[in-house]
């Protein structure tokens, strides 16, 4: 059987893309929230790297010196940012997904997931980019501001349009990476539970079942895209909190090996649960949307079998 994703753009609608989108949105926003105390562990390990030398230090000297609200700092930037990211990275993705797959209908399927998912990505981090320069300064500097609804007006004031979009290119660099191989991981990950574990079609599996499958495929590609995208996150928020002026002098100051391994115990421990769960509330409202789970299965099980 030829692959489902050369004739995907036939069995699509506008319908479609639009639930992916919300459902994008939705998932990637509640996710967000929900881990905002790491996402500024992480974020303040990175700026202050001398101060917050391991999560558990971090975690006292935050409680110690600024309350335990200093760890939900920053979760309407987190939610409406990443909600927005999230309707543009996997509504986006299932678009360009479709069109590519009719244009390169002969072309290696890697080539098409990493085109479509860093075509969704660009337009992605454009919107995700002023609140990220909100959340990541309010998140590391207390008094910079409370929230988007006076970070806003704030950073306007101070740095003008540019300051929304200061960090837009370490962004892309850490998100392109990311997002290429995060999909990728997904989709091969997909193909491979369900052809040398589970060794049934998708479509013979129970809800339950494929749910699980995208809840491992999810884990998966939330962990290699981390370690992929590490030296980018760094940079960004180094830039977002004027620790360096340029992307070099970044990377100058953080040193090479320490963009690498500079918090990537904690952002492990972050993203992969994140992108797992965004997958899991992804899947579970296409399905409550009449639609099919998500990932690509390369061979028909009922072929290979006889």
Known sequence: MAMEGR??????SPRYYALCAVGGMLSAGTTHIALTPLDVLKVNMQVY????????KCFSSLLREQGPSALWRGWTGKFFGYGAQGGCRFGLYEYFKGVYSNVFVD???NFVYFLSSASAEMFANLALCPFEAVKVRVQAQPCFAKGL????PKLYAAEGTRGFYRGLFPLLGRNLPFSMVMFATFEHSVDFLYRNVAKRRKEDCSIAQQLGVT???GYAAGSVGSFISNPADNIVSSLYNRKADSFMLAIR???FANLFTRSLP????LVGPSITLQWFFYDTIKVLGGLPTSG???TDLRDDAS
């Open 7 to 12: 004739r995907i753009s036939e069995e699509l």
């Open 49 to 56: 790297p001398v101060k917050y030398y391991s999560i558990s």
């Open 107 to 109: 072309q290696n399927r």
């Open 149 to 152: 609804h006076d970070g806003f």
């Open 215 to 217: 809840c491992i495929a």
């Open 253 to 255: 100051k953080i040193g």
């Open 266 to 269: 904690i952002r492990l421990l």
């Open 296 to 298: 690509e299965v390369a």
